[in-house]
């Protein structure tokens, strides 16, 4: 088992900054992407910014230019650095990654628990 510890969240003022963690622990192998996902009021959760193994980046088209992902592999963290917040940022960020672990055949799927973000007008 994998698990995804986030940090970072809270308040700001339309922007600012705000910078997200996230850990992975457990009995882990390999971790193949690690992605931020996020869930605005009443809105679908949505792929805000990914990183594979081999260190290419992805962004959703509302952030780029305005949030950064990184990745310490040594330590299995993520971070995602998000600068010029607007208030259409406010949602849970949720962190997700792909990740073999001892014992298994395959990647799997694993989830954090959220953190929520939010950016005052």
């Known amino acids: 088992q994998v698990q995804l510890v986030e940090s970072g969240g809270g308040l700001v003022q339309a922007g600012g900054s705000l910078r997200l963690s996230c850990a992975a622990s457990g009995s882990i192998r390999s971790i193949n992407t690690m992605d931020w996902y996020r869930q605005g009021p009443e809105k679908q959760r949505e792929l805000v910014a990914r990183i594979t193994g081999g260190g290419t980046r992805i962004y959703a088209d509302s952030v780029k230019g305005r949030f950064t992902i990184s990745r310490d592999a040594a330590r299995n963290t993520v971070y995602l650095q998000m600068n010029s917040l607007k208030p259409e940022d406010t949602a849970v960020y949720y962190c997700?990654?792909?990740?073999?672990?001892?014992?298994?055949?395959?990647?799997?799927?694993?989830w954090g628990q959220g953190t929520q973000v939010t950016v005052s007008s």
């Open positions: 997700y990654s792909m990740a073999l672990t001892v014992g298994s055949s395959g990647y799997q799927s694993y």
